[in-house]
């Protein structure tokens, strides 16, 4: 390549690095010491790892522009051209801890670095699409750019695929019970309904032993069938009429407990079926609660989404488009109680249970939920529930 083509190509790709926020970098592919990168240090991944920048070779001599996963949260951007490949990123899935960039940098040779930035992947086949179009004078067609991973460059699914069904044969297992099952489940925690959930539990449940084999060790297939059932349950709370941030956030406070759980050696399924019980119950409330108006189902998802603020009538009205005086109106016509009764209520609904299973002190939990001062919370709270919180903390401990 002679010298005006490298430094109009460099030229782009440090213009394109300012625009996008990504570093990149240029190299001739299978020459080890010929290369540039915008990083300020003079440092990038592809130039100062030997591993993964053979491991971009490998793919960039093929020819043609891909994605480069270096591992679950770090991708490229490759386009060659002729000799050479460009690198758009490192790029990141998600936001990456103190801690993680300086061992990520320590791997790969380099001085420290402060943060990767956050992408998508068609983001970044963009800034790939503008470069491939500079480089080439042709068009990038997103559906044609090949994502390479670790496991793709190892792993072959359909091989695994048939050692797995002729295993399934061989030991007379088939998922059908499992289906009938979950079928049965899902549609009780969807439609809410306690009695038939307890009925189900309490009758045969399959065998998971004569279902399939997804694990060498089974305290690990108790694990993955967890989370399998948390995520399902979650999905069915919804469909039934959860709140979705609700469900979602019950999902996560039983995959973190699961999570403990596994660490400590703890037993799992009952993990398991206290989120069924849970989810189910969460769906009963989500019925019982659930208007005839939409209007009303709005305000009470933005007081849910909202709770720990100080929420006003004239905050929320606008939110859902509506005045202030007839979301009043409407609210009250349909509940029996004001928006702010409602507001005060809900409170302390999340502050009892606050009570009966955290050890925060009653002026934090007064002082999370927005309440002025801790008397005022106790008489909220005594208004809603009869009792002082201390009291009612006693009684449910």
Known sequence: MDRETWENRIGFLRLLSDVSGFASA????????????????????????HALRSLVEQHAAKGSPFICFENDGIFYGVVPVEEYAAVIGPAAVYSFSKAYLELYAQEHGMMPVTMIPSSDLNTLIGYMNLA???????????????IYTPLSENWHPAGDLEAYQLDQSENDRAHQAGVIF???????????????????????????????????????????????????LTR?????????????????????????????????????????IEFTELVQRAKAEKSDDSYVDACKAYIEQNLRKDLQVGDIAP??????????????QAEGVTVQQYIQREKCRHAARMLQYSDYTIAQIAQYYGFSSQSYFGTCFQTWYGMTPNAYRKANR
């Open 182 to 232: 979950e079928k049965q489940l899902l549609e009780a925690v969807e439609s809410g309904d306690m009695a038939k959930l307890k009925s189900l539990l309490g009758g045969p449940t399959p065998d998971f032993s004569e279902i399939g084999a997804f694990s060498d060790a089974q305290k690990k297939e108790y694990e993955y069938l967890a989370v399998s059932i948390i995520t399902l």
């Open 236 to 276: 069915s709370a919804v469909a039934g009429g959860a709140r979705v941030e609700t469900a979602h956030a019950l999902g996560d406070v039983f995959l973190k407990r699961l999570s403990s759980a596994v660490l400590r050696g703890d037993p799992i399924f009952d993990i398991s079926y206290s989120a069924m």
């Open 319 to 332: 939110a859902i488009g509506l005045s202030r005086t007839y979301l009043s109106r409407l609210f009250h």
């Open 26 to 49: 240029f190299f001739a592919i299978g020459k080890a010491n010929e290369g540039w990168t915008s990083c300020p240090t003079s440092q990038h991944p592809c130039l100062s790892d």
């Open 132 to 146: 491939f179009f500079h480089f080439t004078g042709n068009a990038l067609a997103r559906e044609n750019v090949p």
